[in-house]
């Protein structure tokens, strides 16, 4: 997926879940992955392809989503993140990790 999908994709996201609740998130996503703490809850989005991946992270303060992120992952490793900065421009940073 290109840079604008991943962008387009978090924009989604932010717009239909930022300052939910986490039962409210717990609600839409499910359980979270196994290691995330209080602050920060990670999901897995099924893909079909599976050499490429992607990781929803959502971020909280006082059980409240405050900010949304992208991993994306080849071949199991991190290689793209996609950021959103609400007083920022550009308010989406694709931050790319070269091996």
């Known amino acids: 997926m290109k840079n ?4 387009r994709k978090l924009q989604s996201l932010i717009e239909k879940n930022l300052y939910l609740s986490k039962s409210q998130i717990r609600g839409k ?4 992955n196994g290691y995330c703490d209080n602050h920060i809850w990670f999901f897995k989005e099924p893909s079909y392809i599976r050499i490429l991946k992607n990781e929803i992270g959502f971020i909280f303060e006082e ?3 405050v900010d949304i992120f992208i991993a994306q992952y080849f071949l199991g490793r991190e ?16 931050y790319n990790f070269l091996y």
């Not at 604008?4 to 962008?7: A, F, P, R, V």
């Not at 996503?29 to 979270?32: E, P, V």
Request: positive net charge; proline residues 4%.
């Open 4 to 7: 604008s999908g991943l962008i």
């Open 79 to 94: 290689f793209r993140n996609v950021f959103y900065y609400e007083y920022k421009d550009p308010k989406y940073k694709v």
């Open 63 to 65: 059980d409240i989503v």
């Open 29 to 32: 996503f499910g359980q979270a």
